[in-house]
């Protein structure tokens, strides 16, 4: 017997252009799927939702990271702003959330320039000038977009060691990352960050649909 999928959609909000969409899959184990549909800036987006949100709104805040949220109530942001891509506790582009640290000293020496922010393999976006700290050294490639440890990195040039030719790049998974200057991204509206702002990847990557995305720098 095939899977099936049965779609429905619990929410729309029209003047957000945004809409809350299920897809429920039966298999062996019936699986209920959440994402977030709507426009953003200048293109369509799609975006998977973690846990169980029933509207736009519960959908929206299921995809703002904890720390987000804290910056949120410590701000003190109204609801009618708290979605919205520039407010006093954070700015966004796209799946990314910039949260002020005026605070943040760095040493000028460990800056980096024109870097790139990428979820997975997706189109990244670029930072002016980037300080990173911590995260798991990873191995990345197009065959391994997500990056591999450096223990899983020496076992498949074992046994594989035509692997060794596939273009492979030392990054940092999950690292603590700063951004300040300008953000640019060509399905996005070019962002300037003044000061040092923490960078915060949104929560799809805690959904079952995306579980295998990762934020590497």
Not at 71 to 96: C, D, M, T
Not at 180 to 208: C, K, P, Y
Request: charged content about 25%; some cysteine; overall charge positive.
């Amino acid at each position: 017997m095939s899977d099936s999928l049965e779609v429905s959609v619990p929410q729309i909000e029209p003047k957000q252009r945004h809409l809350l969409l299920q897809v429920r899959k039966s298999n062996a184990e019936t699986q209920l799927d959440r994402f977030l549909c709507g426009h953003d800036e200048r293109e369509w987006f799609v975006a998977a939702v973690p846990g169980g949100a029933s509207s736009v709104r519960q959908a929206m805040d299921a995809l703002q990271p904890a720390e987000v949220r804290q910056a949120l109530s410590r701000g003190a942001v109204p609801s009618r702003k708290r979605y919205a891509r520039k407010n006093r506790a954070f700015r966004r582009q796209g799946e990314w959330f910039f949260v002020p640290e005026r605070s943040l000293a760095v040493n000028e020496k460990l800056i980096l320039r024109e870097e790139p922010l990428r979820r997975g393999a997706g189109k990244p976006h670029y930072v002016e000038q980037l300080f990173r700290s911590g995260g798991e050294t990873v191995h990345v490639c197009s065959n391994r977009p997500n990056g591999i440890t450096p223990q899983e990195y020496r076992e498949l040039l074992r046994v594989n060691p035509k692997a060794v030719h596939w273009g492979w790049r030392v990054m940092s998974r999950n690292p603590g990352v700063y951004a300040r200057g300008t953000v640019r991204h060509s399905d996005h509206a070019t962002i300037m960050l003044r000061f040092w702002h923490r960078v915060l990847m949104n929560t799809e990557n805690q959904s079952r649909t995306m579980a295998n995305v990762a934020f590497l720098d």
